[in-house]
């Protein structure tokens, strides 16, 4: 599975940016996708994730701001982030899980919030 992320850049705070990660390969057993982050100096954590069913699952600090969604005939995950703050800057990295429970991980895209 090879995931090709895009979408990253400079945002100002209270604006909006997308993101999409396309999905390619073996695809047909992927369960669940989604996006993490990683602050420099910091650990990688979890943004969003969704299942091939739509479930979601958000961290706290992005509720009722960011919203992840998906589209199975693309085979593409997407992450609106809308009232983006200095604080979510990070390099994001899309993640699919299979149904083998084994993980892919795509390229990071930066993004940063600033006026």
């Known amino acids: 599975v090879q995931l090709q992320a895009s979408g990253g850049g400079l945002v100002q705070p209270g604006g909006s940016l997308r993101l999409s990660c396309a999905a390619s390969?073996?695809?047909?057993?992927?369960?669940?996708m989604g996006w993490y982050r990683q602050a420099p100096g910091e650990e990688r954590e979890l943004v969003a994730t969704?299942?091939?069913?739509?479930?979601?699952n958000y961290a706290d600090s992005v509720k009722g701001r960011f919203t992840v969604s998906r589209d199975n005939a693309k085979n593409t995950v997407y992450l609106q982030m809308s009232s983006p703050k200095p604080e979510d800057t990070a390099v994001y990295y899309c993640?699919?899980?299979?149904?083998?429970?084994?993980?892919?991980w795509g390229q990071g895209t930066q993004v940063t919030v600033s006026s």
């Open positions: 993640r699919a899980t299979m149904s083998s429970a084994f993980s892919y």
């Open positions: 390969g073996t695809i047909f057993s992927i369960n669940v």
């Open positions: 969704i299942t091939k069913g739509g479930s979601t």
